[in-house]
Nanobody, 124 residues
Framework: VQLQASGGGSAQAGGSLRLSCVAS????????VAWYRQGPGKQRELVAA???????NYADSVRGRFTISRDSAKNMIYLQMNSLKPEDTAVYYC???????????????????WGQGTLVTVSS
């Protein structure tokens, strides 16, 4: 399963951006999705996630400003980012985990896939 992220770019502090991520492949089902980010000189961190059970979790630093959502019918994952701050500057990665049918064996296999990253730059 391949993920393709888009929507990054530049914004002023206080502005908004919406990231999108589309999953493609054959015979797969997504159970959980998430957005991560990696700022300059920092480790990759979890920004927001929708768990397998449907719970939604946010990092403390983005709670109340960012909203994660998914459109299962379109295999899309979104991150709406409002009230952006310079410290939100990072490369953002989408992540999805689920199951996929292995055609050769007709059995289910777990997958955990990452998008290629999209750069968000917030200026003060």
């Amino acid at each position: 399963v391949q993920l393709q992220a888009s929507g990054g770019g530049s914004a002023q502090a206080g502005g908004s951006l919406r990231l999108s991520c589309v999953a493609s492949g054959r015979h797969f089902s997504i159970n959980a999705v998430a957005w991560y980010r990696q700022g300059p000189g920092k480790q990759r961190e979890l920004v927001a996630a929708i768990t397998r059970g449907g719970d939604i979790n946010y990092a403390d630093s983005v709670r109340g400003r960012f909203t994660i959502s998914r459109d299962s019918a379109k295999n899309m994952i979104y991150l709406q980012m409002n009230s952006l701050k310079p410290e939100d500057t990072a490369v953002y990665y989408c992540n999805a985990e689920g199951t996929q049918v292995v055609v050769a064996t007709a059995r289910l296999s777990d997958f955990n896939s990452w998008g290629q990253g999209t750069l968000v730059t917030v200026s003060s």
